[in-house]
């Protein structure tokens, strides 16, 4: 229907291989000079291009940090809004700091950014199939081969959040088992830096740390039966990276 009405439009047909794979497929025709995700059931503020454009046609960055509001069942939203002073103009050392250490929300998600498209192609970044929680395995590396970084100030991106049949609010042990892989993927890929990106990529891997507690707490908590024992199992076999976070409640369990 859209494809009729407007040229710009690609529809691809292919075999349901889950998110990773449409995005990848996406990016295989995509022919604009930057790269947006979205998720089906959410929206983008009218103005949404048109402010993205404005950025990058006076900064054209290699990724725009999006400011997000987060829309509840009950018709409430939340938003945690980006210091431009804290990353525009910013060495990648600097911007790893403020959004690993003190920025309140999380930056994972793909749909939040911008990115020049020659740089995910340049790079070869792509999404890996078979995974849940996708976005942890592909946006620091997006953020480690970026070299500039802007923030658009005006909320771009609407998000529903705890949505029903999410697999984001579902206690779902293969999650927990690839965020496991993806970090230790990380602390490899950032062990193997040097310089400035090494800088960076030391905020990162401690923030993945914490992160791997959190996974550890839930383990305890969340499963039972064989689904506790897989996630015990790949959490006893990452334990050192307790030593780079500071979760003290994760290291007494």
């Not at 995509?30 to 503020?45: I, N, R």
């Not at 609407?158 to 970090?183: C, F, Q, W």
């Amino acid at each position: 229907q859209y494809a009729q009405k407007d040229a710009r439009v690609q529809v691809i047909h292919q075999k349901n291989g889950g998110l990773s794979a449409a995005r990848n497929a996406g990016l295989d025709v995509a022919e604009g000079h930057y790269t947006l995700f979205a998720d089906a059931d959410d929206w983008l503020e009218g103005n949404a291009l048109e402010n993205m454009a404005g950025i990058i046609e006076i900064y054209t960055p290699d990724y725009i940090f999006g400011n997000v509001i987060y829309e509840y069942p009950d018709s409430s939203t939340t938003s945690a809004q980006i210091s431009e002073e804290r990353v525009n103009g910013r060495t990648r050392e600097e911007v790893f700091q403020y959004f690993f250490t003190e920025y309140p929300d999380g930056i994972w998600a793909a749909w939040r950014n911008c990115v020049r498209t020659g740089l995910l192609l340049d790079h070869n970044l792509r999404f890996q199939p078979g995974i849940l929680c996708e976005d942890a395995e592909f946006t620091p590396r997006v953020l480690l081969a970026a070299e500039s970084f802007v923030v658009c100030r005006e909320p771009f991106y609407h998000y529903r959040r705890l949505r029903v049949g999410s697999i984001m609010h579902e206690d779902n042990p293969k999650r927990e088992l690839d965020l496991l892989a993806t970090i230790s993927q990380h602390f490899r890929m950032v062990e193997g830096l040097e310089g400035e990106k090494r800088k960076a990529g030391n905020y990162l891997t401690a923030y993945l740390a914490n992160y791997y507690a959190k996974v550890l707490l839930n383990s305890e908590h969340f499963y039972r039966g064989e689904d506790r024992r897989q996630v015990r199992q790949a959490v006893k076999e990452q334990r050192y990276l307790l030593d780079k976070g500071t979760d003290r409640k994760a290291r007494a369990i």
